[in-house]
């Protein structure tokens, strides 16, 4: 049996916990919360991370809907020279959670629905977790600091690129003839 895998930042909701009124929570993620969060997503740090999420049940009390606004602001490595680079994050969150025998009946998929909703697993849903999976999806793949320069070859100056290196079999050619 496999070891069980532990959100590092973890706020879960009892599904039974709360009727048809909309519950308003909001989370903040602790100092090692954030720090094992940036291990986990290969950051510098987070300096701060917070929710505003609403839960409420939907379709008759079946499906659960947590929506709300998620604020980060992060530290990442410049793909180029290293040095720090701040991200600040401000993005929607909208998910949907059901009973888990619905979420795996839906399985024709268009472009023009909204996904299937996740499973509610035990009766509970993992607010944090949930915070954590939207970070990650808006991070910066490729952050770059302002004044970072990728080195190459050709620089876009207005004119036509100059031939700066011969022909390989050109530089051969020129040794056979001095080995002559």
């Not at 986990?40 to 929506?67: H, M, N, P, Q, W």
């Not at 020129?174 to 080995?179: E, I, R, S, V």
């Amino acid at each position: 049996m496999g070891a069980e895998i532990v959100p590092e930042f973890s706020k879960v909701l009892r599904v039974d916990a709360f009727n048809d009124t909309a519950k308003q929570l909001r989370l903040e993620a602790g100092e090692l919360e954030r720090a094992a969060l940036a291990r986990r997503f290969d950051l510098l740090s987070i300096d701060s991370l917070t929710a505003d999420l609403t839960a409420e049940r939907i379709k008759g009390g079946d499906l659960v809907r947590v929506r709300g606004r998620l604020t980060a602001t992060i530290v990442l490595a410049c793909v180029v020279t290293g040095e720090p680079v701040a991200q600040s994050i401000d993005e929607v969150v909208d998910e949907r959670f059901g009973p888990p025998g619905e979420a795996e009946t839906e399985v024709a998929f268009s472009f023009d629905e909204e996904d299937p909703p996740e499973p509610i697993i035990d009766n509970e849903i993992d607010l944090g977790e949930i915070v954590a999976q939207n970070l990650g999806v808006v991070i910066d793949p490729y952050p770059r600091a302002p004044e970072a320069k990728v080195p190459c070859q050709y620089q876009d100056d207005g004119e036509e690129p100059q031939e700066t290196s011969k022909n390989p079999f050109e530089s051969l050619a020129a040794l056979k003839k001095t080995g002559d």
